[in-house]
């Protein structure tokens, strides 16, 4: 059994799915079914894949920016404040990092279909340096000539020179980081931008039509009403953009909002029944205006915005990474780049890629990727996806769709928009189950009898 435990993977029948059907959301964990590589092997594993020529999956490029102007209270993804000596060498320090590879077969040999630009905060860059970054990336590495390149960035500090370099060097997508429109709401997180300012803004980033906008609004902030959640959702579809991205907040411990309410100096975030059921009122708005579902957090408005880069992400693309703390995979192997800015700086000035963690893919690592890749879509064809032992999950499938999170008992799985909002907890069932499976060893199934006692457990619970 391996300290397998199915009753975490039932859920409630009988109340609202996407309010209740499980007591917490439980993430998937990127590392899921990889086994660590030794600290003494990691520099030559990375030589031998720079060496090796890519296979031919889709393959994405990410260069993480760590800097910011002020550590969000809700974020977990803060490294470091944006001091200007450390933004001005970056862009630098980046090119000098695809200059170590650009060259090599593990590189150079296959197309490159999104590129990422990723933070922190990389509109934190002035506007020459986000140019020299973008035109290096365009020169360095072989990008598909329909290549997706996003800028992610916020309102605060881009402005109509930064917009203008991108674009000039090349960005076609803009990844705004809204949140909430809420000025109040928005100034107690510590996002100084009004909501006319960054109304203002988006529209004029918008009326450019150079570029895909998409903006990520988060669902459960302290002091997000209902009220202020619709009004949330009329904005957006007023402003139009090419796509949204709706993530329900996690309150990661360490962050200043977890400390801010633990200390009783911030409002609790919504409970997690509240944002099940706002995320539902935001499906289904954005479907009533015209908008498709192209993952579960993910919509697109246009047919210009194809989410390309997250999308391939989940299908476990290779991706190369550049940039302090930026994280990525090659072949078979995961690896974490030094996140610490000073380290990395060090390390790339002395020539060397300073590689901190590296992971090998197992042999259930495609099937893994499939069921996450089909559920992050809301589909899952558990035959194409190569899942093993199809029929020992029947009974799983069966008390899904009772809890009203599949549309049908399978064998390919359609999720409601309950199974979209929980599609976490059924990737790690799934995964927690068929990696055992589909290395050969027996399944931790146990059978219809075992499904049906804890489903009655959970359903009374
Ligand atoms: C890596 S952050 C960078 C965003 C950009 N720097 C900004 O400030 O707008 C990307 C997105 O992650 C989301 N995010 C950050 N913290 C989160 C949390 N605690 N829970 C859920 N989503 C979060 C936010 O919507 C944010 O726009
Ligand atoms: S939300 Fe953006 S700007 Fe704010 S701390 Fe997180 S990454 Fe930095």
Redesign the pocket.
């Known amino acids: 059994m391996g300290g397998f435990d199915p009753g975490l993977h039932f859920a409630r029948v009988g109340g609202d799915p996407v309010r209740d059907a499980f007591p917490a959301r439980r993430p998937v964990p990127p590392w899921n079914g990889r086994s660590p590589v030794a600290a003494e092997e990691i520099g030559s594993r990375w030589e031998r894949a720079l060496s090796s020529a890519p296979t031919a999956r889709k393959r994405l490029a990410y260069v993480h920016v760590p800097f ?1 102007a002020n550590h ?1 209270l ?4 803060y490294r470091s404040p944006a001091r200007p000596e450390a933004l001005d060498a970056y862009a630098s320090l980046v090119i000098a990092e695809l200059d170590l590879e650009a060259s090599r077969p593990g590189v150079s040999g296959a197309p490159v279909h999104a590129v990422y630009l ?4 990389p509109t934190a860059l002035a506007a020459g340096e986000l140019a020299r970054l973008l035109r290096a990336l365009r020169h360095r590495l072989p990008l598909a000539p329909d290549c997706e390149i996003t800028v ?3 309102v605060l500090h881009f402005d109509p020179e930064k917009i203008d370099a991108c674009l000039d060097a090349g960005a076609n997508r803009f990844s ?2 809204v ?1 909430t429109f809420d000025t109040a709401v928005r100034r107690h997180q510590g996002r100084r931008t009004s909501r006319e300012e960054l109304v203002r803004f988006l529209e004029a980033l918008r009326d450019r039509e150079r570029a895909a906008i998409v903006f ?3 669902i459960g902030l302290p002091g997000q009403t209902r009220d202020v959640w619709r009004r949330d959702l009329e904005t957006c579809i007023e402003l139009e953009p090419d796509g949204v ?1 709706l ?6 411990p360490g ?1 200043p909002l977890h400390r801010a309410i633990e200390a009783g100096k911030s409002e609790a975030a919504s409970p997690l029944v509240e944002i099940g059921s706002f995320y539902a009122e935001g499906v289904e708005r954005l479907m009533a205006a015209g908008w498709r579902q192209i993952s579960n957090s993910h919509f697109a408005r246009t047919t210009r915005e194809r989410n390309l880069y997250n999308l391939l992400i989940k299908q476990g693309a290779d991706c190369l990474a550049y940039g302090a703390g930026a994280g990525g995979s090659l072949g078979r192997l995961s690896y974490s780049i030094e996140p610490d800015p000073e380290r990395w700086a060090a390390a790339i000035e002395g020539g060397s890629k300073p590689l901190v963690a590296m992971r090998e893919a197992g042999p259930a690592q495609a099937v893994h990727d499939a069921i996450v890749a089909g559920l992050e879509q809301g589909r899952l064809d558990l035959a194409r996806a190569r899942v093993p032992e199809i029929e020992r999950i029947e009974p799983l499938l069966a008390q899904w769709h009772a809890a009203g999170l599949l549309e049908d008992g399978g064998p390919v799985l359609r999720l409601t928009t309950a199974g979209r909002f929980w599609s976490t907890n059924l990737a790690r069932a799934l995964a927690d189950f068929l990696a055992p499976a589909a290395t050969g060893a027996s399944s931790p199934l146990r059978g219809a009898q075992a499904f049906s006692s804890l489903a009655t457990q959970r359903t009374s619970a």
Do not use: K, P
């Open positions: 910011c969000c809700f974020c977990g993804f990723g933070g922190g905060t992610e960035g916020r705004i980081g949140q990520d609004l988060l991205d993530y329900a907040l996690n309150v990661f962050t």
